[in-house]
């Protein structure tokens, strides 16, 4: 099983800030087969990126992701105040599918 | 396109229990749904995932033989089935659908809104 390490854990920044958040896996993510998730309070996960680069309909262009193998990385160029929130990985590349642990993106 | 769960349950250790997931707004036979569980104030766990169009499951080995994923192809839904209910079972449950036709390995871009389940004697 593929683990999925995030880090950190929470990150305190103010909007307008630059936000990078990582991903680490235990072993390779194959195709790089990896997606990103913000989840707000009482809410749904909601898509971001997917296949580790590829933004989801209707999602900011401030989102990016990048990275390959067993680095990746969550980018959030100019945080604006709906963007503080609960973000999560998750490797769909193996069996079976795993998430990482969450990074809570909170208002400095 | 959505998935739409059925409500909040109660239950007692010991008691079965079968949650749904309706689909709409798109041919549910032809994308695969996940389960995805949140115990409270954690982070996501994939249950399983199945493919309507076959009744093709796959299981998180964690959750094996400890839930039961089916659909029912002629009402467009999906379930998860538990025989006994833990305490350990309380938890926010979503749906989840994998986004690429007939793909397993994909993201899930279309989302339940959860259905909470408490299990408490």
Redesign the interface.
Known sequence: EIVLTQSPATLSLSPGERATLSCGASQSVSSSYLAWYQQKPGLAPRLLIYDASSRATGVPERFSGSGSGTDFSLTISRLEPEDFAVYYCHQYGSSPQTFGQGTKLEIK | VQLVQSGAEVKKPGESLKISCKSSGYTFTTYWV?WVRQMPGK????LG?IYPGASDT?Y???FQGQVTISVEKSNNTAYLHWGSLRASDTAMY?C?R??VYGD??????I????TMVTVSA
Request: proline share 4%; charged share 10%; net charge negative.
């Open positions: 996940g982070g996501l766990e994939l995932s796959r998180s080995p964690s979503y989840a994998h986004f397993y390995q994909s993201a899930f871009d989302w339940g809104q959860g």
